[in-house]
């Protein structure tokens, strides 16, 4: 393994966690993006080691996984992994209609479950050795029910909680958090939310209460107003009447697009 840097680092598959101060490993597909952000954090904290690494994480293959990411972790003491990385559909639609066809449908599989459970199986290994770590798995609400139309996406990221689960478990009796976070609507380029507001807040507005969360509660949705949407939602609403809700969400969103 080679000696290791002795700074205890947090490897992101994409950084929205802005306002973490400590050295960072930034990992994502545009090494353009990357820089951008890097910036951005250093702006704010001048003093904080960020580096980066541009992959596309469409690319399930092993040894790419090796060449590319974890030959430049070797030496590094990573201490939080936040699995961020996420595809979903151009617009809601059914499954054999899906914009891209069968290529999107395998880059939104492997996108959604990939790369999340390969780092995390690598990270794990080193934390297990210091009985010390947090691993952030960022899934989706979309997590909690069938969502019409967004079959493959919500599969996916019922995945992710599902693992998250498992893995707590698994690491029960270690000193390593586990977390899932499941967020509703966020204003970010994939969910096509172009305004901000209480219900739909920003990258940075949502990270900040998220990354409150970590130690305190296994799964949640990150912030109060997604919470107490996905209490009514999930848990008080009867089936049948979440599926009309959601199915005329996602047609409506279809004929905008």
């Avoid at 904290?45 to 960020?50: D, K, M």
């Avoid at 999340?116 to 798995?137: C, W």
């Avoid at 107490?228 to 049948?240: K, R, S, V």
């Amino acid at each position: 393994m080679g000696k290791k840097s002795g700074t205890v680092r947090m490897l992101t598959t994409w950084a929205t966690f802005l306002s973490i101060t400590f050295p960072q490993v930034l990992i994502s597909r545009s090494q353009e993006k990357l820089n951008k952000v890097a910036n951005e954090i250093k702006e704010k904290h001048s003093s904080t080691n960020v580096k980066t690494i541009p992959f596309d994480f469409t690319n399930a293959k092993l040894e790419e996984y090796e060449s590319k990411i974890f030959f430049q972790l070797t030496d590094l003491d990573i201490g939080v992994l936040i699995n961020n990385v996420g595809l979903s559909y151009e617009y809601p639609e059914r499954l054999d209609k899906i914009d891209g066809g069968l290529k999107r449908v395998m880059d939104i599989a492997v996108v959604n479950t990939v790369p999340a459970t390969v780092l995390s199986a690598y990270v794990l290994a080193q934390m297990a050795k210091r009985n010390l770590g947090v691993v952030v798995n960022v899934a989706s609400s979309a997590a909690f029910h069938t969502f019409y139309y967004l079959a493959v996406y919500s599969a996916t990221k019922k995945y992710m909680c599902w693992l998250s689960s498992v893995l707590r478990k698994e690491y029960g009796n270690t000193g390593i958090t586990i977390q899932s976070v499941c967020p509703m609507l966020v204003a970010t380029k994939m969910s096509k939310v172009r305004k901000s507001s209480y219900f739909t807040p920003t990258p940075a507005e949502f990270a900040k209460t998220a990354v409150r969360t970590i130690g305190h509660v296994s799964e949640t949705t990150g912030c109060f107003p997604h919470q107490l949407l996905a209490e009514i939602l999930f848990n008080l609403l009867p089936d049948f009447l979440v599926d009309r809700i959601i199915t005329n969400w996602n047609v409506k969103t279809r004929a905008h697009a």
